[in-house]
Each structure stands twice: as C-alpha cells, then as structure tokens.
C-alpha cells in the first residue's frame, strides 16, 4: 500500500471549515483514500473513502487532486467535538488491512 | 446491532500472568482485525481473519502472542505470559465485506501488566 504524509497537527476555529491535507505521491489506480478519525480513549470511526472522485457524506468532504496525489478532507463547520486524530489511509480494493500511519492532531478552539 | 463488542474493557495483571482479551464482531462481517496501540508505536495491525480463517499475521509481535477465530461471532487475543511492554490499548474491528467496506473499530481494552 502507498505510504502517505500528513501535517503533525492543526488547529481550527469553531465554526470554521477545517481543511485537513494528505499526500500520497505514490498511489497506484487501484488504491483508495480512506479517511479515520479517533476521538480521545475511542476506537477508530470511519468517516469517508473515494478513489478519483470528490465525495461528500454527512460527516465531510474529500476533495482528491486530479493526479491522485494529494487530498484534503473538508470538516465544512467544524465543532469542538470534531477535536481528534485524522488518519488518511491508502488501501486497495483486493486486501481488508488498514495500515495506519500517524495521522493529523486537530483541535477545535472555541 | 450493538457494534463490535471487546471484553473486557480494563485488565491489570501481573507479569508472566496469562492475559485473553475477547471480540465480538458485529454479525454478518467476515474480516476481523486485531490493533495495538502505544503512544510510542501508534496503532499497529497484528493480525487479521477473513471468514475465521487468519490471512496475515505479520504483526504479531512474538509467539507470546496468539490469536484464534472458533467462530464467526467470536475472537480471542491471548498474550502468555504478558510482560510490561506488552501494556497497550488493544483494538479488535470488523467489517463485511473484502476491499472497500469500511472497518468498524470496537471501543478497546486497556491492558496493564505490572
């Protein structure tokens, strides 16, 4: 699975979008981008996955770059609850493993 | 569905004690994994079942470690004997179907050996 790369930690103000950035240069045609998060003592949540293109659900956006290698997942007004650990995660459709890397702290602030 | 169901939820025990953390998945899933998760190593995948069957078990830290999938409904993660570095919060997630599903994470036991 490709490898990627995501700012240690970011900050957003209440009620503001925030634009969490993830680049995987190296994804193949076959893989997708799946987007976690994990509040505070819980277990993983899922929140959105897309292959080529931009998606939107009830929790977010995920905007993916024509060339593939880069997204951002888009919290359009984000709360203090949305305040976790975002993993951006490469997968391909033929294996089950998730491989999480490090992820994106972000804090919410009222 | 109650989601998937991890027993128990904190265990203390003694070094060298034998530790079994427990999962249910949520019915009807097929895939099974099971996660450590340190501050130092972050979340790690240890092993996964795919109609109870292990497929890749590559994690698994050492053969004090071992894991077993009786059934559909029911996991098991057994440490022996445990050791201090062994404490963790131990996930165990499933999810229906092969490739793009999305995994459903259970709420983790938190193991401390002393």
């Known amino acids: 699975d490709a490898k990627t790369t995501q700012p240690t930690s970011m900050d957003c103000a209440e009620g503001r979008a925030a634009n969490l950035p993830c680049n995987h240069s190296?994804?193949?045609?076959?893989?997708?981008v799946y987007w976690y998060r994990q509040i505070h003592s819980q277990g993983p949540q899922y929140i959105i996955h897309?292959?080529?293109n931009n998606e939107t659900n009830e929790m977010a956006s995920l905007i993916i770059t024509e060339d593939r290698k880069s997204s951002t997942l888009i919290l359009p007004h984000a709360t203090l609850r949305d305040t976790a650990v975002y993993y951006c995660?490469?997968?391909?459709?033929?294996?089950?493993?998730?491989?999480f890397g490090t992820g994106t702290r972000l804090q919410v602030f009222p | 569905d109650a989601g998937v169901i991890q027993s128990p939820r904190h265990e203390v025990t003694e070094m060298g004690q034998e530790v079994t953390l427990r999962c249910k998945p949520i019915?009807?899933?097929?895939?099974l994994f099971w996660y450590r998760q340190t501050m130092m190593r972050g979340l790690e995948l240890l092993i996964y079942?795919?109609?109870?069957?292990?497929?890749?078990d590559s994690g698994m830290p050492e053969d004090r470690f071992s894991a077993k999938m009786p059934n559909a409904s029911f996991s098991t993660l057994k440490i022996q004997p445990s050791e201090p570095r062994d404490s963790a919060v131990y996930f165990c997630?499933?999810?229906?179907?092969?490739?793009?599903?999305?995994?459903?994470f259970g709420q983790g036991t938190r193991l401390t050996v002393v």
């Open positions: 995660i490469v997968r391909t459709v033929n294996t089950d493993k998730l491989i």
């Open positions: 190296t994804i193949s045609g076959n893989e997708y």
């Open positions: 897309g292959l080529k």
């Open positions: 019915s009807g899933h097929n895939s």
């Open positions: 079942f795919n109609n109870n069957v292990p497929i890749d």
């Open positions: 997630a499933s999810n229906p179907t092969g490739g793009r599903a999305e995994a459903f």
